[in-house]
């Protein structure tokens, strides 16, 4: 398997809670960032629009196991790994480290499947598609 995606941030104040701990849905808003950044090294657009019809990646499934908890100034670190990559879907698999130790922390392991899928200009229906050839040859590369 390919060296995964790395997304690196510090936690903010409006990310946590009363006892300064990162919430557990923002998990799941930097997985998005580091596919975000996943796609954006391949020359990719996460979502596009053209003659009226919108291109993107809505999720279809979605799971987190904690494992320490993160808090305000703490630096994260989101590693993205394409794990399997379909005629229409790319599954991820993520691995969340809490940085400034010795070593890095393991605070968070998670997966997530997303659909490429575009919206139906004169209809307004969401309907998956097919994943270009030229992206699904990049995504496998990283899937090696």
């Known amino acids: 398997m390919s ?3 790395s997304y690196k941030k510090k936690v903010e104040f ?8 990162a919430h557990f849905t923002n998990f799941f808003r930097w997985m998005e960032a580091a596919e975000a950044e996943l ?19 809505p999720r279809v499934r979605v799971s987190a196991e904690f494992h ?6 703490d630096e994260i670190e989101v590693e993205l ?14 691995r969340i480290f809490r940085l400034g130790g010795h070593e890095p922390l393991h605070v968070a392991t998670a997966s997530m499947t997303t659909v490429f899928a575009r919206r ?5 229906a969401i ?18």
């Open 3 to 5: 060296s995964p995606i």
């Open 14 to 21: 409006s990310e946590t809670d009363m006892a300064g701990i």
């Open 39 to 57: 796609f954006e090294s391949l020359g990719a657009p996460l979502i596009e629009s053209s003659n009226g019809t919108t291109s993107g990646w």
């Open 68 to 73: 320490a908890p993160v808090h305000f100034r």
């Open 81 to 94: 790994t394409v794990k399997q990559v379909k005629i229409r879907a790319v599954e991820y698999a993520f």
């Open 120 to 124: 139906n200009a004169e209809t307004g």
């Open 127 to 144: 309907e998956s598609a097919e994943i270009s050839p030229a992206l699904t040859e990049a995504l496998e590369r990283l899937a090696k």
